[in-house]
């Protein structure tokens, strides 16, 4: 019998105009709840070497840190406990516990981390993101859009050469106004 092959799921959060800029965005204990449940969910996180480096950054030091706010530390947690894949061709050391460099064929790699991940994995990663949809190995989508005008920063899927049709597969919006969107790639 076959293992079932696991979702490859992009979430993130987005304000009205399709900016990710984590400076714009509400960031409350109803939406660190809200991307606990879905990392939880999901069997491992994947990321470019600029998300690694900014999760890095941060986020080992807020699970030791016993006075942090208990959703942050709840995240954080967790997320050191989860298999962590990184794409990088610039950076070979990832010292961070539970982290795996991915390297050589991308399309063969995040393949093979979906295949052999039955829950699934969850990409926060935008330049990354991108390039998995222009790949079409994205199966479902989980944004949070922010009720909030960035008018700067990187945007959702640049540079994307066409179309893609989606599916609305569930929305909950949140006390701050945020609306979490679940959507998955309509079928062809």
Known sequence: MLAAMGLLTFGINVTLDGCCDHTAGIADDELHHHFTALMDSAGAMLWGRTTYEMMEGYWPSVAGDEQAPRAERE???????????????????????????????????????????????????????????????IDEYRLVV???????????????????????????????GQTALHLRRRPT
Do not use: C
């Open 75 to 137: 995240w954080a947690m967790k997320l050191d406990a989860k298999p962590k894949y990184v794409v990088s061709t610039t950076r070979r050391d990832f010292p961070w516990q539970n982290t795996v460099h991915l390297q050589g064929d991308l399309r063969a790699a995040v393949q093979q981390i979906k295949d052999r991940t039955p829950d699934g994995v969850l990409i926060g990663s935008l330049t990354l993101g991108a390039e998995l949809e222009r790949l079409e190995l």
């Open 146 to 176: 922010h009720p909030v005008l960035a008018g700067r920063g990187p945007r959702l899927f640049e540079g994307l050469p066409t179309p893609r049709q989606l599916e609305l597969v569930s929305s909950r919006t949140f006390k701050a």
